[in-house]
């Protein structure tokens, strides 16, 4: 189903790795979309419907710990080795 100003379900079955996808539009439209990432090969990828606070949707955070320097041992770099 086309969705106006939107990504094509279809489109969701060769994005890279994602984490999930938010939708708050009409119900047809998130039913192609629950199709789409069912068909993704991998982890299952939720969709998201339902509308939680502008907090969640407009804020996230990402922590990396980067240890590919210190040969993957991560005591390296934290100088308790």
Avoid at 32 to 61: F, N, W
């Amino acid at each position: 189903m086309p969705v106006k100003g939107g990504i094509e379900p279809a489109a969701l079955t060769n994005l890279p790795p994602i984490g999930g996808v938010i939708w708050w539009g009409d119900n047809g439209a998130a039913r192609s979309y629950a199709l789409a990432l069912a068909k993704r090969a991998g982890p299952i990828v939720p969709l998201i419907t339902s509308q939680p606070d502008m907090a969640h949707a407009l804020c996230e955070r990402h922590i990396c710990i980067d240890t590919t320097a210190a040969g993957g041992n991560a005591e390296l770099l934290s100088g308790l080795s």
